[in-house]
């Protein structure tokens, strides 16, 4: 069982967000502020699909998973609140979140289908935030110094999805779920976040004005294939998880245990 702390982080998300917050860089930007518009919908999808994973525990196995279902629900309450903020400039700036109205849609066909279903999907999108987020604790300068707060979101949110990557995929184990269909899954959902997450960055270079740019390019190449790039780093990580044996407390969390431990200013533990 994880601990799980539910954190205030002290950053005001009142204060707009400017062009290219992101080290002045157009392409990471777009792709930051792509995934941003994922994460209200998504999140409640995650929550939603643990709450219901608990509910369907025999009783002496909610007692075990009691605290760690009520930390992450909290966890991803908090983030869903200050994303839908950061959201809330993007769409006053004239960005259009195509991909929730995608997702909803998906989302639709998921009504009255197993709840082992609903927690592998979350299962398999956590995996992926993990694997990102642990990148990203690795590469903070990545994200530039333009507005530092956005810097302390994007790394507190990595902090906090790394901290908690094995509560969809063990309640979904508890529950009987089968490797075959975990799998099934896994590989839908790379198609799926894959194709949605790059359709929405290149939807929020156009709207930009940036889309078209050699810098852009030039950007996105070395940000996702360079030597320190996301693909090339995430690939094998990403894999892992094909593995019959596979756990995510294999990936090793010390750099967000560690981020944590250093910016204790930057946040308030409000709860367990
Ligand atoms: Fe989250
Ligand atoms: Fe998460």
Known sequence: MTDLVVRRLLVDMEQPIERHWCAGDAFRTAFFDALSMSFPLGEQFFIDSVRDGFKALPPDQQAHFQSEVQGFIGQEATHRRLHDLYNQHLARRGF???WEVRARQRLQLMQGVDVRHWLAITAANEHFTAIFADWMLRNPDLLGDRDPRLATLWLWHSAEESEHKNTAFDLYQALGGS?????????????TFLSETLLQTARN??????????????????????RRGLVRQTFR??????????HPSRHDGAAAERWLAEHRH???PVGR
Do not use: C, Q
Request: charged share 25%.
């Open 266 to 268: 930057a946040y308030i």
């Open 179 to 191: 490797h075959e269909w975990r799998v099934r899954w896994f590989r839908r959902i790379t198609v």
């Open 205 to 226: 270079l156009r709207h930009d004005g940036t889309l078209w740019r050699w810098s852009t390019w030039k950007s996105a190449a070395s940000y996702l294939f360079g």
């Open 237 to 246: 990580p990403w894999k892992d998880y094909l593995h019959p044996d596979f």
């Open 96 to 98: 259009v979140n195509h």
